[in-house]
């Protein structure tokens, strides 16, 4: 019974940790631009740690990588479910590539736009090219990128393809390619799938009996290896399946 009260009252702590963190990041957001946009990142990926917390997940980073990491990259993930927003920014200092309804969500929602989020709508092509300038425009200015080529959480398993974006924006600019693969161990908990809202998956995340996210990273992939978008796609995606039957198979 101690163990479960100790366990409860670590909970609310983290829950109260967080709020009033959020409080501040809402309170930095409303401030000029000009005046938080070199600290606020930084903010932003201690604000995802907290979260972490808070939902009690028990973050793990795998580091599978035989290379050091490139000084910039264009990061790129499966994406089974909504922890991921928080759990790979808690992890990486990067600048996050998101559907455009999220700028819309209540508190999170201003937070990302003041961290810097990149926005697209998914079903607009010419939302989707003005992303894919934005990320060169990004990766010019210094900065790391995410996003899932999935577009989308496409359930535990890949989606039968990734989409062209990173590959092209790597082609591009040149920055490579860092492949994380994401496995959580108790799969049915963490993927978000219909008729699940944000907030069913967050008291999931909260009552799993097996918390582990494990984060896997790998050596960077060079752009300059590959002809075109397409054989840099099926080679990385090829990758993907690997290491899903590694892990999850």
């Not at 967080?18 to 401030?31: E, K, R």
């Not at 606020?40 to 580091?63: E, G, I």
């Not at 960077?220 to 796609?233: E, T």
Request: proline share 5%.
């Amino acid at each position: 019974m101690m163990l479960i009260i100790l366990h409860w009252l670590r909970m609310l702590i983290g829950w109260l940790d967080l709020a009033m963190f959020t409080l501040f990041m809402i309170l930095i957001a409303l401030l000029p631009r000009t005046l938080v946009s070199r600290i606020y990142p930084l903010l932003f990926h201690a604000w995802c740690r907290t979260f972490v917390r808070a939902l009690n997940v028990d973050l793990r980073l795998h580091q599978k990588n035989i290379k050091p990491l490139p000084r910039q990259y264009i990061l790129i993930a499966n994406h089974p479910s909504a922890f991921e927003d928080v759990g790979i920014p808690a992890l990486f200092p990067v600048v996050s590539l998101a559907k455009a309804e999220v700028a819309n969500w209540w508190i999170v929602g201003r937070i990302a736009v003041a961290a810097g989020t990149l926005f697209v709508q998914r079903e607009s092509a010419e939302s989707r090219q003005a992303a894919l300038q934005s990320l060169i425009d990004g990766l010019k200015a210094g900065k790391n990128i995410c996003l899932y080529p999935e577009s989308g959480c496409k359930g535990r398993r890949l989606f039968k393809l990734f989409r062209y974006g990173a590959f092209e924006a790597s082609l591009r600019s040149g920055v490579p390619i860092l492949p994380v693969f994401i496995h959580y161990e108790a799969q049915e908990d963490f993927e978000w799938q219909e008729p699940w809202t944000l907030l069913d998956k967050l008291r999931h995340f909260m009552t799993t009996q097996n918390n582990r996210a494990n984060y896997y990273v790998f050596d960077a992939i060079h752009p300059a290896d590959f002809a075109d978008k397409q054989q840099f796609s099926d080679h990385v995606y090829k990758q993907y399946q690997t290491w899903q039957q590694k892990y999850l198979e």
